[in-house]
C-alpha cells in the first residue's frame, strides 16, 4: 500500500510506543526509525533488512541439537534467525533463573554472522499454555484457567489473572535484563515476539468467573476514547458493529457492540492486548527493543472460537493498537495461500510489515514481492531448518540474489521508486508504472516459448527498482515484461538488458542481453528456473 498520506500518522503511532524510535538519534539500541513511508529496523546505526527464517517450535530448546543447524542457516543467507526462548526452561523453578542456553544461542548467532529475533513462548504460544513452566500449570487455584461457557478448563492460562500476569512479567523482564547484560554491546538480538499466536478457543471468549464480570462491565474509556477519535479510520467490522448500536459511549461489551461472538472476540481482544501490553511495557523498562505480536489467520468461513479468536488480526487492529501501545507493530503468520491479500491488510498505517512465519513450501517469489510492493522489513519463512539442499534450494538463491541487493532495497525504502508483483494462477498479469513508462508484466507461462510443467502454475514474483525515469533494476523469477510509454503519441523500446552483480551497492555489468533473451527487444524476461537480476535501460521515440 502507497501510504504518502500517511506518512505523519506513521510517526505520529511510533513515537507512542516507548522508546522504539529514537529522540535526536541517541538511542544506540536496535529501534525503528521512519524513512519516507517505510519503517526500518536500525541495528548498530545502519538499516538491516531482515532475510530471516524462524526454526521450528522444539529446535532451540537444546544446545546440541543445535549445532547443525547453524551452518545450514548460513549457508542459506539468512542474516536473522527467529529463535523461540521458552519460559519453561528459563525459570523451571518459581525465582531460579537459567540463562545457559539463551546464552549458547547468543553465542552461535554471533559465530555465523547472523542477528537474532527472540520469540516470547510464554504465557501463550497457539493459544494454549504450553510452554508455560509446570509449577505454573500444576497450580490452577493460583494460576487459573480460561474456561468454555459450559465451564470447562482449559490448557489456557486467562488474560483474567493478575498472578498469571506477574508470573509472566518476572520472568519476561529478568529474560531482558539478561540480554541488556549479555548483548547491548553486540546488539545480536534486534527485536523480540512477545508472547506467540494469542487466541481464544474453542469459544469466542473466555467465561471464567472474573471473565463473566469484566464482560459486564463498561467498556474501558481508553478504547471508547481511541474509537471515537479514530472513528473515520476505525477497520470496518469494528466501526459497522459500533454504528449499528447508535455509536454509544457508555456502556457494556453488548451495548456498544451487539450480542454475538463478534462482541465477545471484541471483548477477548481488548483484554489480551492489555496483557500482553504490561509484559511489553515491563520488558521495555530492562531493555526497550522493538517488540511485536504475531497473529494465526483466519480459515476461509470460520467463525471465532473456530480459529484462534481476539489475536492480532487485521478486524482487530484498532483494539490492539488502544491496548497496547507498547507492541510496535502486528505481524501476520501466513500459511495460507493468498499472500497478496494478508500483506495488504496489515501495511495499513502505523503499522510497518513483517512476515515473522511463511510456509516452508511457499515460493520464495513472496519475499520480492512484499519488500517491493509494501516496504516490508523482513520475510521469515517457518521451519527453515527443514528445507533440503541448503545452498540451493529456491530459499537460498533467492536469499543470495536479495544480500546483494540490501544496500539499494534499504536506500529506495519509502520513497515510491520501489513496486512488487506476485503471479500465479489466481492472478497471471501485473501492470506498474516505472517513471515515464508502463510495464505490462505477466507469468512467464503466457509465453509459447517457455519451460513449464504441464497444469501446474507456480508462483513467480519480482521487485522493481527505479533508478531513473527510463532506467530500473528488476529482479525475481518467472516474469516477462513489455514496455509502453505512459505519453500519448510516443513509442517506447528496449535499449538495453545487462545481467550483473551488485557489489557493496554498486552494479558491476555482465553479459549484454539484447537478442534472442528479450525475443529481439520485445520484451524483458526472467526465466522460472532461477532468481536472476537484470539492469534494463528503457527509450521512446516517434
Known amino acids: 500500500m502507497r501510504k504518502s498520506a500517511f506518512s505523519l500518522i506513521l ?11 529514537p529522540k535526536d538519534g541517541a538511542l544506540a539500541i536496535p529501534h525503528l526509525r521512519q524513512q519516507g513511508e517505510a519503517v526500518q529496523l536500525i541495528v548498530g546505526g545502519k538499516p538491516l533488512l531482515m532475510l530471516a527464517g524462524e526454526l521450528g517450535n522444539s529446535s ?3 544446545a546440541a541439537s543445535m549445532r547443525w543447524i547453524w551452518p545450514k ?5 539468512l542474516n536473522t534467525a527467529l529463535v523461540p526462548i521458552y519460559w519453561e526452561l528459563i525459570e523451571p523453578e518459581e525465582g531460579r533463573f537459567e540463562f545457559a542456553l539463551v546464552d549458547s544461542i547468543l553465542q552461535a548467532a554471533r559465530a555465523n554472522d547472523l542477528k537474532l529475533v527472540l520469540l516470547w513462548f510464554g504465557t501463550w504460544k497457539n493459544s494454549m499454555s504450553c510452554y508455560a513452566p509446570l509449577w505454573v500449570k500444576s497450580d490452577p487455584v493460583r494460576f487459573p484457567r480460561a474456561r468454555t461457557r459450559a465451564g470447562e478448563p482449559q490448557e489456557i492460562l486467562t488474560p483474567f489473572s493478575a498472578e498469571n500476569l506477574q508470573a509472566d512479567v518476572r520472568a519476561f523482564t529478568a529474560l531482558m535484563r539478561h540480554l541488556r547484560k549479555m548483548d547491548e554491546k553486540e546488539q545480536t538480538v534486534v527485536m523480540v515476539q512477545v508472547e506467540n499466536e494469542i487466541g481464544m478457543i474453542p469459544d469466542a471468549r473466555d467465561h471464567c468467573r472474573e471473565a463473566d464480570k469484566r464482560f459486564a462491565e463498561a467498556v474501558p474509556a481508553d478504547l471508547v476514547a481511541y474509537m471515537q477519535k479514530n472513528k473515520k479510520t476505525l477497520h470496518a467490522r469494528l466501526r459497522e458493529a459500533w454504528e449499528k448500536q447508535g455509536s454509544p459511549v457508555r456502556g457494556n461489551w453488548e451495548t456498544l457492540f451487539g450480542i454475538g461472538l463478534a462482541t465477545d472476540e471484541f471483548f477477548m481482544a481488548w483484554h489480551f492486548a492489555r496483557y500482553t501490553d ?4 515491563a520488558g521495555k523498562a530492562e531493555y526497550p527493543l522493538p517488540m511485536y505480536v504475531n497473529a494465526a489467520l483466519i480459515r476461509p468461513g470460520y467463525q471465532p472460537g473456530q480459529y484462534p479468536s481476539a489475536g492480532p488480526l487485521p478486524h482487530l487492529i484498532d483494539i490492539w493498537r488502544a491496548g497496547a501501545p507498547q507492541i510496535d507493530f502486528l505481524a501476520p503468520d501466513i500459511y495460507f495461500r493468498n499472500f497478496r491479500e494478508w500483506a495488504v491488510q496489515y501495511d495499513v498505517p502505523g503499522n510497518p510489515l513483517f512476515i515473522p512465519e511463511v510456509g516452508n513450501d511457499q515460493s520464495p517469489a513472496n519475499a520480492f514481492y512484499a519488500i517491493g510492493e509494501h516496504d516490508a522489513m523482513g520475510y521469515s519463512p517457518f521451519s527453515v531448518e527443514d528445507l533440503a539442499d541448503p545452498g540451493r534450494n529456491p530459499l537460498s538463491r533467492a536469499y543470495a540474489l ?13 520513497k515510491g521508486s520501489m513496486r512488487g508483483v506476485l503471479l500465479d494462477s489466481t492472478g497471471q498479469h501485473a501492470r506498474i508504472e516505472m517513471g515515464d513508462y508502463l510495464l505490462r508484466i505477466r507469468h ?8 513449464r510443467e504441464e497444469g501446474v502454475m507456480p508462483r513467480y514474483g519480482g521487485l522493481f527498482l527505479r533508478l531513473a525515469d527510463d532506467e530500473f533494476i528488476v529482479a ?6 513489455e514496455v509502453a510509454p505512459r505519453a500519448e503519441g510516443v513509442r517506447a523500446g528496449i535499449g538495453s538488458v545487462e545481467e550483473g552483480r551488485m557489489i557493496e551497492g554498486v552494479w558491476h555489468s555482465g553479459r549484454r542481453l539484447n537478442g534472442d533473451q528479450t525475443h529481439q527487444g520485445r520484451h524483458i524476461q526472467l526465466p522460472g528456473q532461477d532468481y536472476t537480476m537484470l539492469r534494463v535501460k528503457l527509450y521512446s521515440y516517434r
Not at 13 to 19: F, H
Not at 73 to 77: A, I
Not at 278 to 281: D, P, S, T
Not at 476 to 481: A, D, K, M, N, S
Open 444 to 451: 512467464e507461462y503466457s509465453w509459447s516459448y517457455a519451460r
Open 476 to 481: 525475481g523469477t518467472g516474469l516477462i515484461i
Open 402 to 414: 536479495l544480500r546483494q541487493l540490501q544496500p539499494l532495497l534499504i536506500t529506495h525504502q519509502g
Open 73 to 77: 542457516l548460513k549457508n542459506m543467507h
Open 11 to 21: 510517526l505520529t503511532l511510533l513515537c507512542s510506543r516507548g522508546e522504539s524510535v
Open 278 to 281: 504490561e509484559v511489553a511495557r
Open 60 to 62: 532451540a530448546s537444546d
